[in-house]
């Protein structure tokens, strides 16, 4: 048994599992869902990982950390702070030592793969949703995310020294697979997994996300 401690993206919602956590747990593990303080203003990485941390509360086996997206600037912060035994980006900002989020759309290489291209939401992030979920999605309006959390330095001197696998979504018109696969092995140095959906696989495509998280 482990426990999967799952770090949403921008807005932060918990809900944004609640189709992969009822697989994980069905494996025999403790699935977390973490909500994270996007809407409040003043909240930063820190207040990001006190969430995370009050969330989990008292592990149960191993702790794997997950961070999809944004979640990536919270997920090894955390890994760290339980001594898990893995960490895991899934379409995932990966973030360097000093570096902010707001940084990171450019010290990435993000925008050479970008363009001009303008952000919509239909077209970048709900477009492979099953009818039933994208109508829960609109039903329940785009989360709020505050400015706060892309100021703060990712304060750790080196990403944790444990095991780290990075997914990448292979029809992400917003993380492109071939931009991701190129961050993964540059600043991971591991070769990059790959699962079939956008960049909401926890929506898009549940079961594939959670056998890749168990292989």
């Known amino acids: 048994m482990a426990t999967y401690v799952l770090i949403p993206g921008a807005g932060g919602e918990a809900w944004y599992w609640h189709l992969a956590a009822p697989l994980l747990e069905a494996a025999g593990h403790r699935a977390v869902p973490v909500e994270l303080p996007a809407s409040a203003p003043d909240a930063g990485l820190g207040a990001y990982v006190a969430a995370a941390l009050d969330a989990v509360g008292t592990p149960d086996g191993d702790v794997v950390v997950v961070g999809q997206s944004l979640g990536g600037f919270t997920a090894p912060i955390v890994a760290e702070r339980l001594d898990a035994a893995a960490l895991v980006f899934v379409a995932a900002m990966i973030p360097n030592p000093g570096e902010t989020a707001g940084e990171w759309w450019s010290t990435s290489g993000f925008h050479e793969y970008w363009g001009d291209q303008e952000m919509d939401a239909t077209e970048h992030f709900l477009h492979d949703l099953p009818s039933t979920v994208l109508q829960e999605v609109l039903a329940r309006g785009e989360a709020e995310q505050a400015g706060r959390v892309m100021t703060d ?8 020294a444990i095991p780290t696998r990075a997914i990448a979504a292979t029809n992400d018109r917003f993380f ?16 990059p997994e790959h699962v079939s959906a956008g960049h909401l696989p926890a929506l898009a495509n549940p079961t594939g996300l959670v056998e890749v998280l168990l292989a």
Do not use: C, S
């Not at 330095?153 to 944790?160: D, G, N, R, V």
């Not at 931009?179 to 600043?187: Q, Y």
């Open 153 to 160: 330095p990712f304060p750790l001197p080196a990403l944790p």
């Open 176 to 191: 492109p697979v071939a931009f991701m696969d190129r961050l993964i092995r540059g600043r991971l140095g591991v070769e």
